[in-house]
């Protein structure tokens, strides 16, 4: 027993801890603050304000609306399941959380005499991982929808599962098109091959264009977002949700949107790597620290294009959704990856 | 039958590629929500500023006294008649002998009360008032936390003495802008 605790490599563990704690609580941060740049985007756009009155700037906004969902009444309807009403929305936050664990956030640090990557794991497979917790995803709003106990959020539940799987489909085959180029599904890999050589937006741009729009339903966002839209079922499948489990159901949606912008600008757009700059030249810490805050310039530019198609389309009916998932998307990227195969095979031969 | 010259034809035409696409539509359609981060904004950081009223703008009632203070409503009764909502009660009283500065006329109103929960702001008591008694003025009707505090009494509706506070009942009487563009003239 003393052998195994002495052979456990302490410093790792630690580090590992305290890097997680550190990504879930900016994870946190940020998705709070997205929602306040959600309203003043929002505003801006339509020639409004947005919230300036908690705090300079309405900057306190968030920390009120928490606080605002914290106070109201837990209600748990009569007939619903009580294990799975509490289920649905915690298991939407997990695996909005559990994503955040293979993206490369920067280059290696050295410091104490060890290096430190700023990367929580660096699975092999790191992008089907990636896809295989955004798919359990689906079970959150499926469980909660039907735990409601209520037949309309039963049926917004059921249009949302449906319009997330079937544009995962899309999405998959655009990342098989981007593998056959990278040779590798690693994040870490795809990212250093984009500081070698040319984004893979620039190689990529129609693979880029249907993950984007995959991105966009994956979240439920704009034009895609009839599953909780006010208008069309009040609350869709959170409708029986109140107080903190609705604030997780709303969080895990900001949280998964800013994971879907660090996967897309990790894929797609270097990643953590800065464009027309050679790191090598610069101190290692200082190279890893530029290129996490070029990662987040990259992730806000994207939180904000979200933002900016949801104030400007119109969403989608049902069956124009479905529609475009498997008749337009589809055929697209299928064709994209066929095209990509054919100059892989030509080019390198 | 065409019922007018100004009808145009619906345009029935299959989409062009270009049209199909969406992307090429959505992309022009995001550059003018764009542009709109950039324009001025349509709203006011109320309640440091305030957009201005009309001068005809239905809001709290006041009732008027004249030049040497003496009050104009009499209690005819004819606001409180003429009021849809029955927002209006009053008790009259005769003016003694040694009250005459403070009444204009022998009958005068001892308790005046305007509920306003009740009132709708029409304005039709200010119509029918014969002795130029009861306007109503620019404020809005401010929030309470009791239904009896809504009942405004004679001491919230009558303006102030112009012996008392000549800037008060001034203002009252919307004379402050004349007041300034006079100083401004004797200066």
Redesign the interface.
């Known amino acids: 027993m003393n052998t195994i605790l002495l052979q456990v490599d302490w410093a790792f563990v630690l580090e590992k801890f305290l890097f997680i704690g550190f990504i879930i609580s900016i994870s946190l941060v940020i998705a709070m603050y997205t929602t306040y740049m959600e309203r003043k985007v929002a505003a801006?756009?339509?020639?409004?304000?947005g919230p300036?009155r908690a705090g300079p700037f309405g900057l306190l906004q968030p920390m009120a609306d928490g606080l605002k969902l914290f106070f109201k009444e837990e209600i748990i309807p009569a007939f619903s399941n009580k294990f799975l009403f509490i289920l649905g929305p915690s298991l939407a936050m997990i695996t909005a959380m559990l994503t955040s664990a293979v993206i490369p956030w920067g280059d290696k640090m050295e410091a104490f005499g060890r290096t430190i990557s700023l990367q929580i794991t660096d699975v092999n497979i790191g992008i089907l991982y990636v896809f295989g917790v955004v798919s359990l995803g689906v079970y959150g709003i499926m469980i909660g929808a039907w735990a409601s106990n209520n037949k309309f959020s039963l049926l917004g539940g059921l249009r949302a599962a449906s319009q997330m799987i079937s544009y995962e489909l899309a999405m998959g085959l655009a990342l098989i098109a981007l593998i056959m180029y990278t040779g590798t599904p690693s994040l870490k890999e795809m990212v250093q091959l984009q500081q070698q050589g040319y984004w893979n937006v620039l190689i990529q741009p129609v693979g880029f264009?249907v993950f984007l729009v995959c991105a966009f339903a994956e979240c439920n966002r704009t034009p895609f977002d009839l599953a909780e839209a006010e208008n069309e079922l009040i609350g869709g499948y959170t409708s029986e949700y109140s107080s903190m489990k609705l604030g997780f159901y709303l969080f895990a949606e900001y949280i998964n949107m800013f994971i879907s912008s660090a996967i897309i600008a990790t894929l797609y757009f270097g990643g953590y790597d800065i464009p027309f700059v050679d790191e090598s030249t610069l101190n290692v810490n200082l190279a890893a620290g530029l290129g996490a805050l070029a990662l987040f310039a990259k992730i806000l530019f994207f939180i904000f294009v979200f933002m900016?198609?949801r104030?400007?389309?119109p969403r989608f009916r049902y069956d124009q959704l479905m529609n475009l998932g498997w008749k337009g998307l589809i055929p697209i990227a299928l064709v994209n990856m066929l095209i990509t195969a054919a100059l892989i095979l030509f080019l390198n031969k | 039958m065409q019922l007018t010259s100004k009808a145009k034809p619906v345009d029935r035409r299959p989409m062009s590629i270009w049209e199909k696409m969406y992307i090429p539509a959505i992309a022009k359609g995001m550059g003018i929500t764009f542009s709109h981060i950039f324009k001025k904004k349509a709203t006011i950081n109320y309640p440091e500023e305030k957009r201005p009223f009309s001068p005809v703008f239905r809001g709290l009632h006041i009732l008027n006294r004249d030049e040497e203070g003496r009050e104009n409503c009499t209690a005819c009764g004819l606001c409180a008649v003429a009021c849809p909502a029955e927002a209006i009660t009053m008790d009259a009283a005769e003016r003694l002998p040694g009250e005459e500065h403070l009444y204009r006329e022998e009958k005068y109103a001892a308790k005046y009360e305007i509920n306003m929960l009740r009132c709708i702001f029409c304005g039709l008591c200010e119509e029918a008032c014969p002795k130029d008694a009861i306007y109503l003025t620019e404020t809005f009707a401010p929030a309470n936390y009791s239904r009896q505090s809504f009942i405004y009494g004679k001491d919230n509706l009558v303006i102030p003495h112009p012996k008392n506070d000549p800037e008060g009942f001034a203002k009252a009487k919307g004379l402050v802008e004349e007041r300034k563009a006079k100083a401004k003239q004797e200066n």
């Open positions: 801006v756009m339509q020639d409004r304000r300036n264009l900016w198609v104030w400007t389309i």
